[in-house]
């Protein structure tokens, strides 16, 4: 899980670009392909309080185990700093274009997650408390390696990772509040190289080992620089928290960089803003589904192949048969006897009549929509500038205007091309109110939040006067017993603290048949301990017995059988005689327990009462029905 700060990147007081694009240059878009590179970098000065090092490299050992489960095609790098030597890494020849400084060691090159590295991991971490000081040891007193050093080795690292890199997120562990003196040249450069960071688009992470931890010395203006933002604005994050998140997951890209498309906000004539949208809820990553042959256990790829067979109309035996591309092929319709042939390039340019966008229609008050809508899933927006130039400007004005007066904007939304325009309502979101609510995993930050409206055919109208017409017969003291149960039983909803007890389950048995790792399936699921809870709620319980008495266990019925062993048949619920008159039918009907009565019965009511004779292929729910009404 990213974290990401509060100042967002739109403010016009200290981020305005101006650019000589063209308003309507929409060749500007950022590339969504790629992959993901992340390098772990541990400082050597842990080493020294080993049961910190132990934590910083059980932290990346999850890092590493939960990348392989979940999407082992990213790429992931550990580097030393801080470091006296520096041995060979796994597969040295990877580091042929790249030279290591004297102070840094890498013991793994940015490379795909696979079960060979990670066991090559498992193993350094086995020894690592007796062998980490010969073959690494420490630089200096207490550190003096330079910090801008070992950032342009991960710098060279992420440019020669041989790919194409969507994200790139440096994450250093380390208990030292500052990497120089404040007054050093060394201080200087390493501030030097935030803003080379901040060019090459990397993200920088600082994970704090301890629990007290000072930003103010270097990294509150360092992280500043790299995020270019307002040092003002900074917040520090509680380092516990940090440790956590890295350790549930796979430190993920800032989700202020991950959109999941561009498009244009039409606000009137001749006036729009460039803007991306993204996910406003994080999404649990899952395990990728893998097929594999029952015989050799190898993996199953599917390829879509296109053939086209000429038939001979004799013999029905196939004469020709070539493979043709998806460009190339056709959709035939027979009308008649002429056939009419469609082109899938015909199909797209009907399929692609408007370009991705957004268009305003008008305002309503926000007191108007519903809190909650369980329509679709919702989405969040920020500017941009590079579609258009000033975007960011005009969007902090529509965004305060909005909320000054709470007011949403009503929108026709096209999210991408080939799908359905919807109408939306942007609401303006406040993000030092939304950053304070920890029950929701959400985008926080100034912007718009995009809720999908439904369509008419989208809502069922429902009764729920009959629906449900179940009176309370509890007594009112009943009633508080139970809210004092409900209050006690409460707990905080943490989306990122609960996990998926499912995928937890099927986490330990992957570790356990790959890697001989066995996990304590008993704190998996992530659920409150139930003695904990019981023991919140004794001081009710015998209230609660008090009110509504002892619960009475109800014995089970057991089917009736004869002398020979085998079921009895049904014994008819309803007294025969008393069906011979019409006030007990009635009350039957009024109490809705005429089902109790056999099919034979029933025909005796229609015949004795009404005179009414039916088909002997009627079946029991229709005499019910036809008693019903000719009762009434």
Same mark, same amino acid.
């Given at each position: 899980?990213?974290?990401?700060?509060?100042?967002?990147?739109?403010?016009?007081?200290?981020?305005?670009?101006?650019?000589?694009?063209?308003?309507?240059?929409?060749?500007?878009?950022?590339?969504?392909?790629?992959?993901?590179?992340?390098?772990?970098?541990?400082?050597?000065?842990?080493?020294?309080?080993?049961?910190?090092?132990?934590?910083?490299?059980?932290?990346?050992?999850?890092?590493?185990?939960?990348?392989?489960?979940?999407?082992?095609?990213?790429?992931?790098?550990?580097?030393?700093?801080?470091?006296?030597?520096?041995?060979?890494?796994?597969?040295?020849?990877?580091?042929?274009?790249?030279?290591?400084?004297?102070?840094?060691?890498?013991?793994?090159?940015?490379?795909?997650?696979?079960?060979?590295?990670?066991?090559?991991?498992?193993?350094?971490?086995?020894?690592?408390?007796?062998?980490?000081?010969?073959?690494?040891?420490?630089?200096?007193?207490?550190?003096?390696?330079?910090?801008?050093?070992?950032?342009?080795?991960?710098?060279?690292?992420?440019?020669?990772?041989?790919?194409?890199?969507?994200?790139?997120?440096?994450?250093?562990?380390?208990?030292?509040?500052?990497?120089?003196?404040?007054?050093?040249?060394?201080?200087?450069?390493?501030?030097?190289?935030?803003?080379?960071?901040?060019?090459?688009?990397?993200?920088?992470?600082?994970?704090?080992?301890?629990?007290?931890?000072?930003?103010?010395?270097? /990294?509150?203006?360092?992280?500043?620089?790299?995020?270019?933002?307002?040092?003002?604005?900074?917040?520090?994050?509680?380092?516990?928290?940090?440790?956590?998140?890295?350790?549930?997951?796979?430190?993920?890209?800032?989700?202020?960089?991950?959109?999941?498309?561009?498009?244009?906000?039409?606000?009137?004539?001749?006036?729009?803003?460039?803007?991306?949208?993204?996910?406003?809820?994080?999404?649990?990553?899952?395990?990728?589904?893998?097929?594999?042959?029952?015989?050799?256990?190898?993996?199953?790829?599917?390829?879509?192949?296109?053939?086209?067979?000429?038939?001979?109309?004799?013999?029905?035996?196939?004469?020709?048969?070539?493979?043709?591309?998806?460009?190339?092929?056709? /959709?035939?319709?027979?009308?008649?006897?002429?056939?009419?042939?469609?082109?899938?390039?015909?199909?797209?340019?009907?399929?692609?009549?408007?370009?991705?966008?957004?268009?305003?229609?008008?305002?309503?008050?926000?007191?108007?929509?519903?809190?909650?809508?369980?329509?679709?899933?919702?989405?969040?927006?920020?500017?941009?500038?590079?579609?258009?130039?000033?975007?960011?400007?005009?969007?902090?004005?529509?965004?305060?205007?909005?909320?000054?007066?709470?007011?949403?904007?009503?929108?026709?939304?096209?999210?991408?091309?080939?799908?359905?325009?919807?109408?939306?309502?942007?609401?303006?979101?406040?993000?030092?109110?939304?950053?304070?609510?920890?029950?929701?995993?959400?985008?926080?930050?100034?912007?718009?939040?995009?809720?999908?409206?439904?369509?008419?055919?989208?809502?069922?109208?429902?009764?729920?006067?009959?629906?449900?017409?179940?009176?309370?017969?509890?007594?009112?003291?009943?009633?508080?017993?139970?809210?004092?149960?409900? *209050? #006690?039983?409460?707990?905080?909803?943490?989306?990122?603290?609960?996990?998926?007890?499912?995928?937890?389950?099927?986490?330990?048995?992957?570790?356990?048949?790959?890697?001989?790792?066995?996990?304590?399936?008993?704190?998996?699921?992530?659920?409150?301990?139930? #003695?904990?809870?019981?023991?919140?709620?004794?001081?009710?319980?015998?209230?609660?017995?008090?009110?509504?008495?002892?619960?009475?266990?109800?014995? #089970?019925?057991?089917?009736?059988?004869?002398?020979?062993?085998? *079921?009895?048949?049904?014994?008819? #619920?309803?007294?025969?005689?008393?069906?011979?008159?019409?006030?007990?039918?009635?009350?039957?009907?009024?109490?809705?327990?005429?089902?109790?009565?056999?099919?034979?019965?029933?025909?005796?009511?229609?015949?004795?009462?009404?005179?009414?004779?039916?088909?002997?292929?009627?079946?029991?729910?229709?005499?019910?029905?036809?008693?019903?009404?000719?009762?009434?």
């Amino acid at each position: 899980m990213a974290s990401c700060s509060t100042n967002v990147d739109w403010n016009p007081n200290f981020d305005v670009l101006i650019s000589d694009s063209e308003d309507d240059d929409d060749q500007a878009k950022p590339n969504y392909k790629g992959r993901e590179a992340l390098i772990f970098v541990v400082d050597a000065n842990l080493y020294e309080e080993y049961e910190r090092f132990s934590e910083a490299l059980d932290i990346v050992r999850k890092a590493l185990i939960s990348g392989l489960l979940v999407n082992s095609n990213d790429l992931i790098g550990i580097v030393f700093a801080n470091t006296e030597m520096n041995p060979d890494p796994y597969e040295a020849r990877s580091l042929d274009n790249i030279v290591v400084p004297q102070n840094c060691a890498v013991f793994l090159p940015l490379r795909e997650l696979s079960k060979s590295i990670v066991e090559h991991y498992l193993r350094f971490m086995e020894t690592a408390e007796q062998e980490f000081g010969v073959n690494y040891g420490i630089a200096g007193n207490g550190g003096a390696a330079d910090f801008s050093v070992m950032l342009r080795l991960s710098i060279n690292l992420f440019e020669n990772a041989g790919y194409n890199l969507v994200s790139s997120t440096l994450v250093y562990l380390t208990d030292k509040a500052t990497p120089h003196p404040v007054n050093s040249n060394l201080y200087q450069r390493a501030l030097q190289k935030a803003k080379d960071l901040e060019g090459k688009e990397i993200e920088f992470q600082v994970i704090p080992m301890i629990d007290e931890f000072d930003y103010e010395p270097f /990294y509150k203006e360092f992280l500043t620089l790299v995020e270019d933002g307002n040092i003002a604005d900074f917040e520090p994050r509680n380092p516990e928290e940090l440790r956590t998140l890295l350790s549930d997951r796979k430190l993920r890209q800032n989700v202020l960089r991950r959109s999941l498309g561009h498009f244009k906000l039409s606000l009137g004539p001749d006036l729009a803003l460039s803007a991306l949208y993204y996910k406003y809820f994080k999404a649990r990553f899952m395990p990728r589904k893998v097929r594999l042959l029952r015989k050799d256990n190898s993996i199953v790829q599917q390829k879509r192949v296109i053939m086209v067979r000429k038939q001979s109309e004799e013999t029905m035996d196939i004469v020709e048969e070539h493979q043709v591309k998806q460009s190339g092929g056709w /959709y035939e319709i027979n009308l008649g006897a002429m056939p009419i042939r469609i082109t899938p390039e015909q199909i797209n340019r009907v399929r692609n009549l408007h370009a991705p966008g957004m268009m305003l229609l008008g305002f309503k008050p926000i007191s108007e929509l519903p809190e909650n809508w369980y329509y679709k899933p919702q989405n969040f927006m920020y500017p941009n500038e590079k579609g258009v130039s000033g975007s960011k400007r005009l969007f902090r004005a529509l965004w305060e205007r909005c909320l000054e007066r709470n007011k949403m904007a009503i929108c026709l939304f096209m999210r991408k091309r080939k799908s359905i325009p919807r109408y939306v309502a942007l609401i303006p979101v406040d993000g030092a109110a939304a950053a304070d609510d920890t029950s929701k995993p959400l985008l926080y930050g100034d912007g718009f939040k995009i809720v999908y409206l439904p369509f008419a055919k989208h809502i069922r109208n429902i009764d729920f006067e009959n629906w449900n017409s179940m009176q309370n017969e509890s007594p009112e003291e009943g009633v508080k017993a139970f809210e004092k149960v409900v *209050s #006690k039983l409460r707990t905080t909803f943490q989306p990122n603290v609960l996990v998926d007890p499912t995928v937890e389950a099927l986490q330990s048995n992957i570790l356990a048949l790959a890697l001989n790792i066995k996990t304590d399936n008993a704190g998996l699921s992530g659920m409150p301990d139930a #003695k904990r809870q019981d023991e919140r709620i004794a001081k009710i319980i015998p209230r609660l017995n008090e009110i509504f008495g002892d619960d009475v266990e109800v014995a #089970k019925k057991r089917a009736g059988s004869d002398a020979s062993g085998a *079921s009895a048949p049904k014994v008819p #619920k309803a007294d025969t005689d008393s069906l011979k008159q019409l006030n007990y039918v009635q009350q039957l009907v009024n109490n809705d327990t005429l089902g109790g009565c056999t099919v034979a019965q029933l025909r005796d009511i229609l015949k004795t009462h009404f005179d009414v004779q039916v088909p002997s292929k009627m079946n029991k729910q229709d005499l019910i029905a036809r008693v019903k009404e000719l009762i009434v």
